[in-house]
Nanobody
Framework: EVQLVESGGGLVQAGESLTLSCTTSGFEFDDFSIGWFRQAPGKGREGVSCIFSRDGSRFYAGSAKGRFTVSSDKAKSTVYLQMNNLKPEDTAVYYC???????????????????WGQGTQVTVSS
């Protein structure tokens, strides 16, 4: 059974950092891409970043470039999203998802991902 579990969310002030984790199980970690998505209150879901661990390719949405870094640890079957210089507009529920298209269109690729975690809340106060 494919499972994805996010953790690491919380309440921070603007300018601070958080690192989210997505621990996966039930599939060969290197064979599939993992994406990070978020959904703010009253808004649609948007892609933030993705990684394909087998070849190391990674992509970022415009909102994440220069501030967020995606990485993976195969030994732990875990993908991380390090978020620096957080802004109030980053407030959202963050989800990780697997088995989708990881490319430069990640911002709008959410429907290509088949398996989703339950999400973790990130709140950035001004």
């Amino acid at each position: 059974e494919v499972q994805l579990v996010e953790s690491g969310g919380g309440l921070v002030q603007a300018g601070e950092s958080l690192t989210l984790s997505c621990t996966t199980s039930g599939f060969e970690f290197d064979d599939f891409s993992i994406g990070w998505f978020r959904q703010a209150p009253g808004k649609g879901r948007e892609g933030v970043s993705c990684i394909f661990s087998r070849d190391g390719s990674r992509f970022y949405a415009g909102s994440a470039k220069g501030r967020f870094t995606v990485s993976s640890d195969k030994a732990k079957s875990t993908v991380y999203l390090q978020m620096n210089n957080l802004k109030p507009e980053d407030t959202a529920v963050y989800y990780c998802a697997a088995f989708g298209f990881c490319n430069r269109d990640i911002a709008t690729n959410d429907r290509s991902f088949d398996y989703w975690g339950q999400g973790t809340q990130v709140t950035v106060s001004s």
